[in-house]
Structures are given as C-alpha cells and as structure tokens.
C-alpha cells in the first residue's frame, strides 16, 4: 500500500509543474505580443517577362529587410517560406539598365509581416541585365544506331517530326547554334517498324536559349526485303562524233533490295545504266557503266559488271 505521504508529494509536485507551465507560456505570450526589431532574409521571384525579353541576370536574388513587428507574427513567419516578387514589366530604366528600387513605405512581406513596419532593405536597389529575344529555325540531327535483322530493312529509314525547330534567345547565342540533337538511341535485330518522342538539346550547356519544341517523334518503318535482279541495255554518251562505239556486253545485270510490296513493280525500264566516252583513258579500253536512274523504292543497288569493253570505230 502506498505511503500518503507520497502520494501527498506527488500531487504537489504535478500541481507546482502545472503552475509553473502556466506562467512560462503566459510570460511567452506576453514578449510575443510586444513589437520588437527583426531582420529576415528574403529570396526574389521575378513575374511578368515580356515574350519579347529574356533575363540574362540579377545584381542579387535575396534582400535583407529590417523593421519591426510582434513576436507572435515573426514567430509564425519563420515558419513559412516567403519570397518577394518583383514585377519585371514594371521595371525603372535609365541609360539603358533597368532597375527596381525597394520603398520601405511601400514595399510590403507577405504572409505574417505583411502589416510590419520596414525600416530598410538591404541592398535597396536590384539591376537587371535583360536582353531582346530573338528566334532562329535550325535543323534536327538524330543521333541512332540501327542495326536489322537479316532480311529486313528500311525504305524511308529513320525519320524526325518535326525536322527543324525554334530556338529562342539572345542574338549573341543563337548566332553560335547551327543545329539541335536528339538525344542518343540505338536499335537492334530490327524486325518491326518503331515510333516514340526524342528529347533535343545542344552539345553544349546554353541556357538562356530554348528550344520550341524541345522533343520530336521519330518513326522507324521496317520492311521485309528481297533482293532482285533486272537486265538492262546500256546505253553510250558523249560519244565523239567522227566514230561509231560499240560496248561488251550490250547489257548488264542491276541487282538490287526491294521490300515484297514493291517487288512487283520493278521493271527494266525503270532503270538508267550509261557508259560515259568523256571517261575513256587513251590507255585503256574499258569504261565503268553507271546507275543514272532507279525506281525511289530499291536500295543497296550494284552491277553484275564492274567494267564494260569499249570498240571505236571511224
């Protein structure tokens, strides 16, 4: 059984802490509610960039704002993260520069300081370093690798959308920026057409300059291929005037790739294979025919002969 003795001095201790809680939190309450000096460090927001401008830099992106305020206020502001925007389009200028001016009358903190007396800001003054936004369309340079499986190819192979972007920034920038990339991709034992978005970016970290947009599609249209063949005459140029020419053979396989769809289609006379006279070598007598036209839709196009043998005869 429990001594009262104790229990008397137990409930005499809680009764003396509770007292003595009592007055703490009302000695807080009363320094909270009296004003006092403060001084806080406040980041910058900058709104309201004109399309036609960039900022380029700050002189700062914090101000240190002194004045007074009640405990109870700046108590709760430290709580809260504040910041202090300033409006760029309405920005001072004088030789040039443009600037904004800190008015401790009339420049308010947000939140919990907002009806706090300011004394001063520290730097009173921000300058700002803006510059004319200029646009340049430039080219979009896939960066892939694509390796198919045997068979199978690519008639139109790989393909952006859009092919040329915008680019937004000072002129001094974009006068430097030729082209964009995409951002690095690689294909393997390809068998079946592909499509999906690419991110751009430069080679190089520019920052004040943006791409518009700044991701492409990219399709990859994959075929299964067959390879064919097509004999066709060939046919002399440029043959002097004053003799008759002759060639062995008088025609010469084309061989060639050309997805099933289109394997149908392909006629000799889709095709163009000269024999040029203006290349004749007093010390030869065999001449390189050559591929002048073909159908759009073969590939990896070659000759069953690499040399043909030439006759002149006056």
């Known amino acids: 059984m429990a001594n009262p003795k104790n229990r008397g001095k137990n409930s005499n201790l809680r009764v003396f802490l509770t007292i003595l809680l009592v007055v703490a939190a009302i000695s807080v309450m009363i320094k909270l509610n009296r004003n006092f000096n403060f001084s806080v460090t406040v980041p910058l927001t900058f709104e309201n ?83 004319k936004n200029f646009e340049k369309r430039v080219p979009v340079i896939p960066e892939y690798a694509i390796s198919f499986a045997a068979g199978y190819g690519s008639l139109e192979g790989f393909k952006v959308d859009p092919d040329t972007i915008t680019l937004r920034g000072p002129q001094s920038e974009l006068d430097t920026i030729t082209r964009v990339y995409t951002e690095a991709i690689s294909f393997e034992n390809v068998r079946n057409s592909v499509s999906d978005s690419l991110q751009l970016s430069f080679n190089a970290a520019i920052p004040m300059v943006e791409i518009r947009p700044d991701k492409v599609l990219y399709s990859l249209s994959v075929d299964k291929f067959t390879e064919g063949s097509v004999s066709v005459p060939l046919q002399l140029i440029n043959v002097p005037s004053n003799v008759t020419a002759k060639v062995f053979p008088k025609r010469i396989n084309v061989i060639f790739n050309v997805n099933l769809s289109n394997y149908e289609l392909v006629k000799s006379s889709d095709f163009k294979v000269v024999v040029d006279f203006d290349q004749v070598e007093s010390l030869s007598t065999s001449l390189t025919p050559e591929v002048k036209e073909a159908p759009s839709y073969v590939r990896d196009i070659r000759l069953s002969e690499s040399t043909v043998q030439y006759l002149l005869v006056k």
């Open 49 to 131: 960039l004109g399309d036609d401008q960039i900022l380029k830099s700050a002189s700062t992106n914090q101000v240190k704002v002194k004045g007074k305020a009640s405990g109870y206020d700046y108590f709760k502001y430290r709580f809260f993260s504040q910041k202090f925007p300033i409006d760029l389009s309405q920005l001072q200028q004088k030789n040039g520069k443009a600037y904004y001016v800190f008015n401790a009358e009339e420049d308010a903190l947000e939140g919990s300081l907002t009806g706090s007396d300011i004394t001063s800001f520290q730097p009173d003054t921000v300058f700002f370093d803006l510059d």
